[in-house]
């Protein structure tokens, strides 16, 4: 079943007429569908520091494009192999494997501009046109194939040939796509404040990586085609300049995905700790092993140093304020916590740390605050909602109380429950409050 699904795919796009592009609505449904499916097949880098760098560069290069059409969204692949890629619907992904490879913020908003340029450009949106008659799980299969490395879960799930034949699928991306995607994200790029020949730095890096390091073509060059060819074009526009280097960042953000991929405990077998020289990056490395390895208390010391050779990386306070947090040192760690939070207001893991530590200290009010600032950045998170449930039940605030806990049944797909809630909340609210939730409820029973 699936490699005749495959036949037909392979018929379509390589039907010789022009694919018009997906209306608007459309490419949503179809985006929304496959990123689930992909939900499934694909691992994703669950670490909210991580996460929240590479949406924070992607926003700026979404901003600088001005489309309105889509809420872009990023995502980090746990994936040795480099790649980056984009479906329908403005969903951006990027194999950890790149962010490892690239050595300033530059080079990746290069990559992400190039990605959100062939959404703008609506490459994505013909591609999948000619699809549609080709199962959502068919394609989620055939797209983790082309993307990930020999190796992994996807691939042998629909075995070599269907993977060449997935392979082909991505390849339909031409060379003009390719060229059409560097000019406008290199434009992308300058108006977000970025070098544009960091761009061609990182082709030229990653060209010569899949000629001399990887046995086999690394995925980037399989599913952006003529790298030679545009890495030629684009160094006659912009000659490689002196860059920046890798910003504090964006060396924590590797020393994170460091130990995420391969085990807190590896990492800190490896390290050493200096005896008269102490290094601030060695020492924040060591501080975040030793907290995944659930290891708080003695994370403090290197962390604890770290700040004094540091105090104002918000990188460091944040880990110091989860440590001081799971060791219950509440005083200590509220500070810390504070600051991480204005430095990162969507970090979910330092909100609930913060808000369960002032709801522990009595201070409901406050950390309702909390709560509804990381609901208005992150309203997809459940356990935001449930959580200001529990504060408003016990501030006595029931029908609130009953609201959010319907927000969070929703969530997390029980309906029935969310009806429950909805409807106690509606029994006990009065103006505005219940005109909202009577809302809610009929967006919920369609009635």
Not at 121 to 130: A, D, G, N, P, V
Not at 198 to 215: E, H
Not at 228 to 253: C, H, M, N
Request: net charge positive; glycine share 8%; proline share 4%.
């Amino acid at each position: 079943m699936l490699r005749k699904a495959i036949s037909i795919l392979l018929v379509l796009l390589f039907l010789p007429t022009s694919a018009p592009s997906l209306p608007v609505e459309k490419e949503k449904e179809i985006g929304r569908k496959l990123f689930k499916e992909l939900r499934e097949r694909l691992s994703f880098v669950d670490d909210p520091v991580i996460s929240s760098y590479v949406e924070g560069v992607g926003a700026k290069v979404v901003k600088a494009s001005g489309d309105r059409r889509f809420e872009y969204r990023f995502y980090v692949i746990e994936e040795g192999q480099p790649n980056a890629f984009t479906i329908p619907g403005g969903y951006v992904f990027v194999n950890s494997g790149l962010l490892q490879m690239v050595e300033s913020e530059d080079e990746l908003a290069g990559v992400l501009a190039h990605e959100v340029a062939h959404s703008v450009l609506r490459h994505i949106s013909k591609l999948f046109e000619r699809a549609q008659r080709v199962s959502i799980a068919t394609l989620a299969i055939l797209v983790a194939g082309a993307l990930l490395a020999k190796g992994s879960k996807a691939k042998e799930a629909i075995g070599a040939s269907a993977a060449a034949m997935a392979q082909s699928l991505m390849l339909k991306y031409s060379r003009e796509n390719e060229m059409e995607a560097d000019q406008l994200g290199a434009k992308l790029m300058e108006r977000a404040g970025y070098h544009p020949w960091a761009f061609v730095s990182f082709l030229k890096k990653i060209y010569r990586w899949g000629r001399s390091v990887s046995p086999e073509v690394p995925s980037y060059l399989s599913t952006h085609p003529g790298v030679a060819d545009r890495i030629a074009y684009l160094s006659a526009q912009f000659k490689i300049g002196e860059g920046p280097g890798a910003s504090t960042a964006l060396r924590r953000v590797k020393a994170r995905l460091s130990v995420c991929e391969r085990g807190p405990e590896v990492v800190l077998a490896e390290l050493w700790r200096p005896s008269d020289e102490k290094d601030v990056d060695l020492l924040y490395t060591m501080g975040f092993a030793l907290l995944k390895a659930s290891r708080p208390q003695e994370a403090i010391a290197p962390l604890e140093d770290a700040h004094e050779l540091a105090p104002s990386d918000p990188y460091i306070g944040r880990e110091l304020g989860l440590a001081h947090y799971r060791c219950r040192h509440f005083r200590r760690a509220e500070g810390f916590l504070q600051e991480a939070f204005r430095a990162f207001p969507a970090d979910q893991e330092v909100a609930f740390a913060l808000g369960h530590l002032l709801t522990e200290g009595g201070r409901l009010e406050e950390a309702l605050k909390v709560y509804k600032a990381l609901a208005g950045r992150r309203p997809e998170l459940p356990e935001v909602y449930r959580s200001m449930g529990e504060l408003y039940m016990d501030q006595g605030r029931r029908d609130l109380a009953h609201e959010h806990f319907g927000i969070y049944f929703s969530k997390i797909g029980d309906r029935k429950a969310a009806i429950f809630h909805l409807k106690k909340a509606l029994e006990l609210s009065q103006g505005e409050d219940k005109e909202r939730i009577q809302q809610r409820l009929r967006r919920l029973t369609g009635s």
